[in-house]
């Protein structure tokens, strides 16, 4: 009998739902997300409410993908992304290896400067947990309006043809996160691997008239176990560990 189990969320994703911020944005929006980019994870959208929008900026350009219930987008790795609350936008997030978008998987479009260490840039997105909500939600928000402005230069710059800002971000991006690899490998190796192999191992069983595997079958369910968290892009409901 081939026998491997894997006992996390199918295909060890993430999952979290948010509720895009309504604060009025830098260019006029009325409401909208912290730009950032994710190093090594893809992430979809599934929108259940509301109206609003997913600007996003790659090599390859600017593009405003519009968001309603009912759609579904999704982007790559290495794309920086913005939604925009055009009224009471609700998104269930689906994050490609589970447990990574918390483990630091994820750069905010910060100046330069703050882009320098990982020290600097940690204290530079903290929201600190032991104040009033009021205050959690001003440093939120300054964070993203921050975070906003740099995005739009580095569209800005994109768009005139100009490379570099663009460049050098990603590269800024991706020396802040080098050293946490070695723990990314592996939370994926426990994660995204295990359950392929799983899958390789059931497809196995079943070309070989082998189904006792399916007596290894069971189910599982969780709630969120916080509700309303500050995130980069609204409030959260999480779900840590699907």
């Known amino acids: 009998m081939v026998s491997a189990t894997y006992d996390g969320f199918p295909a060890a994703v993430g999952v979290s739902r948010l509720r895009v911020y309504d604060w009025p944005t830098v260019d006029g929006r009325p409401g909208g997300g912290t730009p950032h980019l994710h190093l090594t994870c893809g992430e979809g959208y599934v929108v259940t409410a509301g ?3 997913v ?10 993908t519009p968001l309603k219930p009912g759609t579904v987008a999704w982007f790559t790795p290495g794309t920086i992304h913005r939604l925009v609350n055009e009224g009471g936008l609700e998104i269930t997030v689906v994050m490609q290896n589970s447990g990574l978008p918390e483990a630091g998987d994820a750069v905010l479009t910060l100046p330069p400067d703050l882009l320098t260490d990982a020290e600097t840039y940690a204290d530079a997105i903290r929201i600190p947990s032991d104040v009033p909500e009021a ?6 928000r300054a964070r993203r309006d921050l975070a906003t402005r740099r995005f739009l230069e580095l569209r800005d710059a994109t768009e005139s043809g100009d490379p570099k800002p663009l460049a050098e971000f990603q590269r800024a991006a991706a020396d802040l996160v080098r ?7 592996r939370r ?4 995204a691997r295990a359950a392929t192999s799983a899958t390789a191992a059931h497809l196995a069983a079943l070309r070989d008239k082998d189904e006792r595997y399916l007596t290894e079958a069971r189910v599982a369910a969780t709630g969120p176990t916080a509700r309303g968290r500050f995130g980069m892009c609204g409030r959260l409901d999480v779900y840590p560990g699907i």
């Open 51 to 53: 109206r609003g929008a």
């Open 188 to 191: 994926w190796r426990d994660g």
């Open 55 to 64: 600007q996003t900026l790659t090599t390859s350009g600017y593009q405003e």
């Open 179 to 185: 050293p946490l690899v070695d723990a990314w490998e």
């Open 135 to 140: 205050e959690q939600a001003a440093v939120a």
